[in-house]
């Protein structure tokens, strides 16, 4: 099936800027899992062609399209954050880099597994979560399975998610599953929070800091002022806005600067920045 969308989209930088886990590249498509099903999608120009291993294209159309934030205007978005030379240039490398809408409860687990990790890690994590609890799924010829619900989770014991290789973050996987399932907080009533209502409520759950919240109410919460600062974003902010950040300035303080500095959609300036830094060094070595 075809999308026809209009104005910048980079599909690619999108799907693999460090945002989700389980895309995977093969032979020109990327295959993700999402609403529950396997989905094969690729750009041509200002198409997308996807299909679903559930063959109801037409139903996922218009999640597909909220998922990649197609109605998001770039065009306004780069006004307000091309603050400095090297977020443009950033803007420019990667023009059409969107921030993705995700399923608010694997964005948690996610990021409850970024903690003092790498994406290659990550990816990991979550598919070895996938693969173990989760339900199969095919689509030519790729076995893929589901993310497993905070229920099933939270049935499973520290020791058996400490086999698939979490270490400490195991205990926080198990907390997260179990305060979810027992309902003492509802992700999808944080989409209609505030941003400071959900990163409050989000900061409750063990393994839940200041960045793996903004990460959670960035990517999968709507909240477009999220301002996560780990290693890569203290990096760009220290060394390319050196005149403007205090040499003192610790990351608990960076974040509502930048809130502030970059206004409203301050979380998009974080993705490229995140994303031109982190490679940065990648391309120079």
Known sequence: MIIKFSGRLNLNESLYSGQAFRWRAYDSWNYGILFGQIIK???????LEFYSSSGCEEEIEPLLKRYLRLDDNLEKI??????????ISSIQNY?????????????????????????PRISKNIEDIANTFGEPLEM???????????????????????KLGLGFRAKYVSAAANMISEGAIDLYTLKESSYDEALESLVTVPGIGDKVGNCITLFSLNKLESFPVDVWIDR??????????????????MRPWAQEFFGEYAGYANQYLFHGRRLQDKNTK
């Open 78 to 87: 780069y006004e307000e954050i091309s603050k400095g030379v090297q977020i």
């Open 140 to 162: 030519d010829g790729q076995l893929r399975r589901t993310f497993p619900s905070a229920d099933v989770l939270a049935d499973v014991s520290i020791e058996e998610l400490r």
């Open 236 to 253: 760009a902010l220290r060394e390319w806005y050196p005149k403007l950040i205090d040499k003192n300035l610790t990351r608990s303080k």
């Open 41 to 47: 999608i690729r750009q041509r120009d200002n198409d």
């Open 95 to 119: 023009s059409g880099l969107r921030i993705l809408d995700q399923e608010p409860w694997e964005c948690m687990i996610s990021f409850i597994c970024s903690a003092n990790s790498n994406i």
